[in-house]
């Protein structure tokens, strides 16, 4: 069962810009906190972004002033908008998502993604 679904990576040169897109599956219910992280080869996973229904956001200081995080609640789906990219940027990128669904209720539940590759090459 696949209940984040993300898309959006690719290859993109120095400087360039990607957005992933991440859509949760409507079983997912009650979202709080939706967010990226990204895992470089031989590194340990790292969150990029998050942000809560209501708005707030955080961002790694690796990505503070080129990446924006933004979502619309109607649609369960969060966005990653990735400018200025640089070549430590390349990674596999998980979307994450914090909520529950009719199992789990009220029992809070930790999503992924598949993962999306974003490669910044010259």
């Known amino acids: 069962q696949v209940q984040l679904v993300e898309s959006g990576g690719g290859l993109v040169q120095p400087g360039g810009s990607l957005r992933l897109s991440c859509a949760a599956s409507?079983?997912?219910?009650?979202?709080?906190?939706m967010g990226w992280y990204r895992q470089a080869p031989g590194k340990e996973r790292e969150l990029v972004a998050a942000?809560?229904?209501?708005?707030?956001?955080n961002y790694a200081d690796s990505v503070k002033g080129r990446f924006t995080i933004s979502r619309d609640n109607a649609k369960n789906t969060v966005y990653l908008q990735m400018n200025s990219q640089k070549l430590e940027d390349t990674a596999a990128y998980y979307c994450?998502?914090?909520?529950?669904?009719?199992?789990?209720?009220?029992?809070?539940?930790?999503?992924w993604g598949q993962g999306t590759l974003v490669t910044v090459s010259s």
């Open positions: 942000i809560t229904s209501g708005g707030t956001t």
């Open positions: 409507r079983s997912i219910l009650s979202i709080n906190v």
């Open positions: 994450n998502a914090e909520g529950s669904d009719r199992r789990a209720w009220p029992r809070l539940v930790n999503y």
